[in-house]
């Protein structure tokens, strides 16, 4: 139930009126049914009609205990709710139905179960953020909406093929939650339903950041843009952009196509775009920034923090041309140059880090921050004790592989079994390719007279890189910050990575199966649909202090369900009784905390004889 607000014009006059009322599911789609007349609420402000409607649908779901003996208005709705006849019956004639009947025991059985804990959060929460409006607005017909509803809720909920996501709509109570036969979707509706909703990809975007934004009342000033890559199941011969390229998912050996992604420091996406497999993150900047602007619109002092892969003159200078502000990590090149710095222990100061949140039990690293200011810009100088030890792990372990590579490449040119110069620098080459963080601590030669590889460690050179683990250097054009300051708003970026991760294991974006373009896209599309239901669960349930992830409540909803209870009466007629079940404590706390109803469905009752049965 929710409140609406209606205006009439009569002589000159305008008359307002507010009207409780449901949405209600018919053969010609959702209507609005007015349950009754509340008067003019102006007194009250409307941030607390939403609170009004629910607490008013409480206590007529007989939840007596949640109105508070002040409040006379509830109280009057109430009883004049109940006092109202129901709709197509004259006040004073009997009931259609009697509601009390003499039941044989024996006979009771339930059936028709079906799972609904997490597709009704899902779908609570498309519809708090007005998802169906805004494909609506699309000019997208009723029944595509509702398919691509199902769509991202089984991405929310059980990623599975649009082949197999006939049968998964059987086993839950989605047909219950939209009173609609969807297990009669077929695969090539679903496949028809993408193809329709790809095109307002942009728009749809555009319109979700807005109403995000001032649902949750989002900070846009920071923008954090990082980029991943999905790679394929096949030879995706009929997409043109999955080409083979660096892989984060270490497959090399597929196709791939390289997904950027804006997120807001709350991780909520702005933008993502789909790039070729083989794209240079640097490259991808400008465009992105470009799309940014077009769908949600970019603002002068906004601050854009990017990786080390986009830290070059170029791409600073895209984000500086458009009037915005950068927080960026540098290059390796550019931090060696500050290693005196690094060096001097003076004028670090360690960053105080609170426990996480999701996981209060587990240990900070330790991190120190120094910041110089030089030609205008400020620098932040880091040093983490975890990513000390991470970068010493990797470092030996190349080094150790780069050893063992250059002595079976020194005995095979020692026993003349690679001969010719060229061959033999282009196996150094690959050395060089294959452990560029290490080999130019280890200078490599071939002398042709003698036919020897040589190589030797350059020991200084290898000092510096073992005193600059564990270091890192940011730099921005904000002289308002400090080093702390930098420090932390770089490492929103972890939102972004979050959602990435998010978007691959849970929602399960990787591998794609499709072959063709549009439906890639389309698919990758489906995967952020789903990521924005999943990121507005997860802040709402942080702003009522609780700290889980959606991984944790898809386990917790799966007890709450729906079933059809049989009760064979002892006049021989069946009365069947579609319904949810009364959620668990730990279900029920979670709905609390989420704001939605613990009632699922609307009973449904029906009658049959007892042969029918």
């Given at each position: ?30 209507r ?9 609420l ?7 009609w ?24 509830v109280?009057?709705i ?36 079906r799972e609904?804990?997490?597709v009704?959060?899902?779908h ?18 009723e ?49 028809r ?14 319109a ?21 890559s999905t ?13 083979r ?10 196709k791939q ?6 997120v807001?420091?709350d ?6 775009e789909v ?6 993150d ?14 949600v ?8 923090v ?10 600073i200078?895209?984000?500086r ?6 927080v ?12 005196d ?69 020194q ?23 294959r ?7 280890y ?9 020897q ?30 080093a702390?300051?930098?420090w ?19 929602l399960?974006e ?6 063709i ?20 669960i ?18 917790t ?49 029906t ?7």
């Amino acid at each position: 139930m929710y409140i609406k607000r209606t205006h009439r014009h009569y002589k000159g006059k305008t008359y307002t009126n507010h009207l409780l009322v449901e949405s209600v599911h018919t053969a010609k789609g959702p209507r609005h049914k007015v349950i009754c007349s509340l008067g003019d609420l102006r007194p009250r402000p409307r941030e607390e009609w939403l609170k009004l409607a629910h607490r008013i649908e409480e206590a007529l779901s007989g939840q007596e205990s949640l109105l508070r003996g002040d409040d006379a208005e509830v109280a009057r709705i109430v009883r004049q709710v109940r006092a109202r006849p129901s709709r197509g019956r004259k006040r004073g004639s009997p009931e259609p139905r009697r509601e009390i009947v003499s039941v044989c025991t024996e006979g009771v059985r339930t059936e028709g179960h079906r799972e609904a804990g997490a597709v009704h959060v899902g779908h609570q929460m498309w519809e708090r953020l007005g998802m169906g409006e805004v494909l609506a607005g699309q000019g997208l017909r009723e029944r595509t909406r509702r398919i691509a509803e199902v769509m991202v809720l089984n991405r929310l909920c059980e990623p599975l093929s649009e082949h197999a996501m006939p049968g998964w709509m059987g086993g839950t109570a989605l047909g219950d939650i939209l009173g609609a036969d969807v297990e009669r979707y077929s695969g090539m509706a679903l496949y028809r339903t993408m193809d329709r909703v790809l095109p307002h990809r942009e728009a749809v975007e555009g319109a979700l950041a807005a109403r995000e934004a001032e649902l949750f009342n989002l900070d846009q000033t920071v923008l954090l843009y990082d980029l991943t890559s999905t790679y394929f199941e096949g030879l995706a011969e009929g997409n043109a952009k999955a080409k083979r390229g660096y892989s984060r998912d270490k497959r090399p050996d597929c196709k791939q196509v390289v997904v950027g992604l804006v997120v807001n420091r709350d991780g909520f996406p702005k933008a993502h775009e789909v790039f070729d497999g083989n794209r240079q993150d640097r490259t991808t900047l400008d465009e992105m920034l470009r799309k940014l602007d077009q769908r949600v619109g970019l603002r002068p002092g906004q601050t854009v923090v990017v990786d080390r892969g986009m830290a070059y003159e170029e791409n600073i200078e895209q984000i500086r041309r458009r009037g915005l502000h950068y927080v960026v990590a540098t290059r390796q090149s550019e931090r060696d140059e500050w290693l005196d710095e690094f060096e001097d222990l003076k004028g670090f100061a360690e960053i105080t880090r609170k426990p996480s949140a999701t996981n209060p039990f587990q240990k900070k690293s330790r991190v120190w921050v120094k910041g110089v200011a030089e030609a205008g810009l400020c620098y932040a100088m880091c040093k983490s004790e975890g990513r000390e030890q991470k970068d010493r792990a990797i470092r030996l372990k190349q080094e150790a592989r780069l050893r063992e590579d250059l002595a079976g490449l020194q005995e095979r040119v020692a026993g003349g079994h690679l001969v010719k110069a060229a061959l033999v620098h282009e196996a150094i080459g690959r050395l060089k390719e294959r452990y560029s963080r290490v080999a130019r601590y280890y200078p490599m030669s071939y002398d042709e007279g003698s036919h020897q590889l040589r190589w030797e460690v350059n020991q200084k050179k290898l000092e510096v890189a073992e005193g600059l683990d564990g270091t890192y250097l940011l730099k921005t054009d904000r002289s308002d910050l400090s080093a702390e300051d930098i420090w932390r708003i770089y490492v929103l970026l972890t939102r972004a990575e979050k959602a990435f991760r998010n978007m691959k294991s849970p929602l399960a974006e990787r591998p794609i199966f499709h072959q063709i373009t549009r439906r890639v896209d389309a698919h990758i599309f489906l995967c952020v649909l789903a990521y924005h239901l999943l990121v507005a669960i997860e802040k709402t349930l942080m702003d009522h202090g609780v700290y889980t992830s959606w991984w944790n409540l898809r386990r917790t909803l799966k007890k709450h369900g729906t079933c059809t209870v049989v009760l064979p009466t002892d006049t021989g007629e069946v009365l069947r009784i579609r319904r949810g079940s009364i959620p668990d404590p730990d279900v029920a706390q979670l709905y609390k905390k989420l704001a939605i109803p613990t009632e699922v469905m609307k009973p449904i009752r029906t009658w049959s004889s007892q042969d029918s049965a």
